[in-house]
C-alpha cells in the first residue's frame, strides 16, 4: 500500500451525495449540411498554405511526415461526416489516446475510483513533467498528462498483458466503428526512444501508484499510442462522446453518458496540457492533441471537428490545426460559451 496523500476531494459533498445523475442535458444544432460542407472547405482552403511550424522529430518515424499533409473532418451527433483535404490520410493516433482509454476505464472502475486514482486537476506543466509527481508526492493530477495517462493504462482490465491490450484495441476500435490497426513502424520507433515515460512510471511504481510492471505498462501505452487513423475516424470517436457514449453510426453504447460527461470535462480543463486555459478560452471545446499533429473537439450534443496536420508549434499543437479550429469553431458556433441575448418577456 503507498503512503502517498490521496488527490484533494475540492468539492466533498459530491461524495458525500454519492454521484449524481443528470435528467436535464443542453444540446444543440450544427448548422444546415450545405453550410458545414461549404465552411469546411473554406477553413482548408484558407489555412492550407500556412508554413509555421515544425514537423515532431524526437520520435524518429514521426519525422517522415509530409509537412503538406492538412485534413479535417466534422462528424455530427447523427452519424453525418463533412470533410476536406486528406482526411483518408493516416497517421498515429498519439496522446489522443488518452482521452477515449480514460473512457475505457472510466466506464470499467467507476467515477469515484479513477477520480482518487489519476485525478482530474491541471498540473500547470508540461505533458511529460516529472516535477508535477514529486510537487504532489507521488500522485498523479489528471489523466491526460503523461504521468496519468500511464497510471490509466495499468488500470486496464485483463488478467493478462496480451487481454489487456484487446481492452484497448477493441474499445477505441469500437469508438471509431472499425478495426483499428497498430504501426508496427512507430511503435518501435517510439519504444526505442521510451526512456522518460519508462522513469516516470518507475517513479510512479516507487510510490505505489503503479502496482504492475512497469515496463509492460510502457509498453501498452506505447502500442495504445501508435494505432492508426484518420481524420474521419477521431471525428466520429469525438461524436460518439458528443452523443452520450453512444456511436452515432452503429448505435453502438460504447460507455456510459455519464462516463462521456466526466471525459469532456477532464478534456476542457487539461487536455491542452497547460495551455489549456488558452485553448478554452479561445476555442471553447474540450480538446486533445497529438505529436503526429492531430488534434480531436468535442461540442456536446453536436458533435466533433477533427484535424491532422504534423507541423507544430512550440507547446507540441498542430498549427494548421489550432488556426482551423478556432476559426470552425466560431463560424459554426461550437464554441460551449457562445450566447446570445433572451428575448425579454
Given at each position: 500500500?503507498?503512503?502517498?496523500?490521496?488527490?484533494?476531494?475540492?468539492?466533498?459533498?459530491?461524495?458525500?451525495?454519492?454521484?449524481?445523475?443528470?435528467?436535464?442535458?443542453?444540446?444543440?444544432?450544427?448548422?444546415?449540411?450545405?453550410?458545414?460542407?461549404?465552411?469546411?472547405?473554406?477553413?482548408?482552403?484558407?489555412?492550407?498554405?500556412?508554413?509555421?511550424?515544425?514537423?515532431?522529430?524526437?520520435?524518429?518515424?514521426?519525422?517522415?511526415?509530409?509537412?503538406?499533409?492538412?485534413?479535417?473532418?466534422?462528424?455530427?451527433?447523427?452519424?453525418?461526416?463533412?470533410?476536406?483535404?486528406?482526411?483518408?490520410?493516416?497517421?498515429?493516433?498519439?496522446?489522443?489516446?488518452?482521452?477515449?482509454?480514460?473512457?475505457?476505464?472510466?466506464?470499467?472502475?467507476?467515477?469515484?475510483?479513477?477520480?482518487?486514482?489519476?485525478?482530474?486537476?491541471?498540473?500547470?506543466?508540461?505533458?511529460?513533467?516529472?516535477?508535477?509527481?514529486?510537487?504532489?508526492?507521488?500522485?498523479?493530477?489528471?489523466?491526460?498528462?503523461?504521468?496519468?495517462?500511464?497510471?490509466?493504462?495499468?488500470?486496464?482490465?485483463?488478467?493478462?498483458?496480451?487481454?489487456?491490450?484487446?481492452?484497448?484495441?477493441?474499445?477505441?476500435?469500437?469508438?471509431?466503428?472499425?478495426?483499428?490497426?497498430?504501426?508496427?513502424?512507430?511503435?518501435?520507433?517510439?519504444?526505442?526512444?521510451?526512456?522518460?515515460?519508462?522513469?516516470?512510471?518507475?517513479?510512479?511504481?516507487?510510490?505505489?501508484?503503479?502496482?504492475?510492471?512497469?515496463?509492460?505498462?510502457?509498453e501498452l501505452y506505447t502500442r495504445q499510442c501508435s494505432l492508426r487513423v484518420t481524420?474521419?475516424?477521431?471525428?466520429?470517436?469525438?461524436?460518439?462522446?458528443?452523443?452520450?457514449?453512444?456511436?452515432?453510426?452503429?448505435?453502438?453504447?460504447?460507455?456510459?453518458?455519464?462516463?462521456?460527461?466526466?471525459?469532456?470535462?477532464?478534456?476542457?480543463?487539461?487536455?491542452?496540457?497547460?495551455?489549456?486555459?488558452?485553448?478554452?478560452?479561445?476555442?471553447?471545446?474540450?480538446?486533445?492533441?497529438?505529436?503526429?499533429?492531430?488534434?480531436?473537439?468535442?461540442?456536446?450534443?453536436?458533435?466533433?471537428?477533427?484535424?491532422?496536420?504534423?507541423?507544430?508549434?512550440?507547446?507540441?499543437?498542430?498549427?494548421?490545426?489550432?488556426?482551423?479550429?478556432?476559426?470552425?469553431?466560431?463560424?459554426?458556433?461550437?464554441?460551449?460559451?457562445?450566447?446570445?441575448?433572451?428575448?425579454?418577456?
Open positions: 500500500m503507498s503512503n502517498h496523500p490521496k488527490n484533494p476531494v475540492l468539492f466533498p459533498y459530491a461524495r458525500d451525495q454519492g454521484h449524481l445523475e443528470t435528467d436535464v442535458v443542453s444540446t444543440g444544432d450544427l448548422p444546415e449540411a450545405a453550410v458545414v460542407e461549404n465552411m469546411m472547405q473554406q477553413t482548408y482552403e484558407l489555412h492550407v498554405d500556412l508554413s509555421e511550424g515544425t514537423v515532431a522529430s524526437y520520435i524518429p518515424k514521426l519525422a517522415e511526415a509530409d509537412p503538406g499533409w492538412f485534413g479535417l473532418t466534422l462528424a455530427s451527433a447523427t452519424g453525418s461526416r463533412f470533410s476536406s483535404g486528406d482526411s483518408q490520410q493516416e497517421f498515429s493516433i498519439q496522446s489522443i489516446a488518452k482521452a477515449f482509454v480514460y473512457a475505457l476505464v472510466c466506464d470499467a472502475v467507476g467515477h469515484d475510483e479513477v477520480r482518487e486514482r489519476i485525478g482530474v486537476n491541471n498540473t500547470g506543466l508540461p505533458f511529460n513533467s516529472v516535477m508535477a509527481i514529486e510537487l504532489n508526492e507521488g500522485h498523479t493530477m489528471n489523466p491526460m498528462v503523461n504521468a496519468g495517462a500511464l497510471t490509466t493504462t495499468s488500470l486496464v482490465s485483463g488478467s493478462t498483458w496480451e487481454e489487456k491490450w484487446e481492452f484497448i484495441l477493441q474499445g477505441l476500435s469500437a469508438f471509431a466503428g472499425r478495426d483499428l490497426e497498430l504501426d508496427e513502424g512507430v511503435y518501435a520507433s517510439e519504444m526505442e526512444t521510451n526512456m522518460r515515460n519508462l522513469s516516470i512510471a518507475r517513479l510512479l511504481q516507487s510510490y505505489g501508484h503503479i502496482t504492475v510492471d512497469p515496463a509492460r505498462v510502457i481524420t474521419e475516424d477521431l471525428a466520429i470517436m469525438g461524436a460518439t462522446l458528443a452523443n452520450g457514449g453512444v456511436h452515432p453510426i452503429t448505435g453502438t453504447q460504447v460507455v456510459g453518458a455519464d462516463v462521456s460527461r466526466d471525459v469532456l470535462s477532464v478534456m476542457a480543463s487539461t487536455g491542452m496540457y497547460e495551455a489549456s486555459g488558452d485553448w478554452l478560452f479561445e476555442i471553447g471545446m474540450p480538446g486533445k492533441s497529438g505529436v503526429a499533429g492531430g488534434i480531436v473537439t468535442i461540442a456536446p450534443g453536436k458533435g466533433s471537428l477533427a484535424t491532422f496536420s504534423p507541423p507544430l508549434d512550440a507547446a507540441g499543437n498542430s498549427v494548421r490545426g489550432v488556426h482551423a479550429t478556432r476559426h470552425l469553431s466560431h463560424k459554426l458556433g461550437l464554441n460551449l460559451f457562445s450566447s446570445t441575448a433572451r428575448a425579454r418577456q
